[in-house]
C-alpha cells in the first residue's frame, strides 16, 4: 500500500495570504494523484488531478505541481471559503489511497 | 447537472448487513465508472470499491474484500453497496463518487453528500 503523508497538519493563515501544502509519497505514484477540499458537513471536492491539471470550474488560484514522490498544493491568495481540509489521494495502483489531510484555518 | 444521492444507511449490530444506494442523474451513468469511499467521524477518507461502467473490473480496499460487494444497474441508473459482517470500525459517512471515464481510474470528479453508517449494538 502507498502511504501518503501531509505536512503540515495544520495552516494557519490569513485572507489573501499565500497557502503551500505538502504531499509526499512512499513510493513513487508518477503524476497520478489528486487533490480535494472539504469544508465542514460537506462532501469532498476535487480540484487538482493528475497533479497539475485543474478540475472543472476551480479557480485559478489554485494549482498543483510535482511528480514522483513529492507534490504540492498552492492557493495563491487565500479566499474566506478556502478554509477547509485538503487531501491528496494516489491512484498509481489500484489501492487507491488517501493523506491524513491538512486543515487550512484563519489566523 | 450531476447528482448522486446515497441511501440506506442506519444502526445495524455488530455482524449485521446493510445495503447502500446510489441514485445518479445529470449524466449517462453507463458511460462512467463509480466508486465507494468512506469517512469514519472526525477522521479521513478511505477509498472503499470501485466497478467500471459494465460491470467488468472490480476492486476493493482490503479492509473490506470478502465482506462488502459492489455492484451496479445501468438500467436504473443506481450503484450498490452490499455490507455484510459489519464491524464497529465500518462506522462511517459512505459517499458515491464518479470517475470520469468508463474504466476504473481512480479519480473522483462528482460526490454524493453521503449516507451515515453506524455499527454497534
Known amino acids: 500500500e502507498i502511504v501518503l503523508t501531509q505536512s503540515p497538519a495544520t495552516l494557519s493563515l490569513s485572507p489573501g495570504e499565500r497557502a503551500t501544502l505538502s504531499c509526499r509519497a512512499s513510493?513513487?505514484?508518477?503524476?497520478?494523484l489528486a487533490w480535494y477540499q472539504q469544508k465542514p458537513g460537506q462532501a469532498p471536492r476535487l480540484l487538482i488531478y493528475?497533479?497539475?491539471n485543474r478540475a472543472t470550474g476551480i479557480p485559478a488560484r489554485f494549482s498543483g505541481s510535482g511528480s514522483g514522490t513529492d507534490f504540492t498544493l498552492t492557493i495563491s491568495s487565500l479566499e474566506p471559503e478556502d478554509f477547509a481540509v485538503y487531501y491528496c489521494q494516489q491512484r498509481s495502483n489500484w489501492l487507491f489511497t488517501f493523506g491524513p489531510g491538512t486543515k487550512v484555518d484563519i489566523k | 447537472e450531476v447528482q448522486l444521492v446515497e441511501s440506506g444507511g442506519g444502526l445495524v449490530k455488530p455482524g449485521g448487513s446493510l445495503r447502500l444506494s446510489c441514485a445518479a442523474s445529470g449524466f449517462t451513468f453507463s458511460s462512467y465508472s463509480m466508486n465507494w469511499v468512506r469517512q469514519a467521524p472526525g477522521k479521513g477518507l478511505e477509498w472503499v470499491s470501485s466497478i467500471s461502467s459494465s460491470s467488468s473490473y472490480i476492486y476493493y480496499a482490503d479492509s473490506v474484500k470478502g465482506r462488502f460487494t459492489i455492484s451496479r444497474d445501468n438500467a436504473k441508473n443506481s450503484l450498490y453497496l452490499q455490507m455484510n459482517s459489519l464491524r464497529a470500525e465500518d462506522t462511517a459517512v459512505y459517499y458515491c463518487?464518479?470517475?470520469?471515464?468508463?474504466?476504473?481510474?481512480?479519480?473522483?470528479?462528482?460526490w454524493g453528500q453521503g449516507t451515515l453508517v453506524t455499527v454497534s449494538s
Open positions: 513510493q513513487s505514484v508518477s503524476s497520478y
Open positions: 493528475d497533479a497539475s
Open positions: 463518487a464518479r470517475s470520469d471515464t468508463a474504466m476504473v481510474d481512480g479519480t473522483f470528479d462528482y
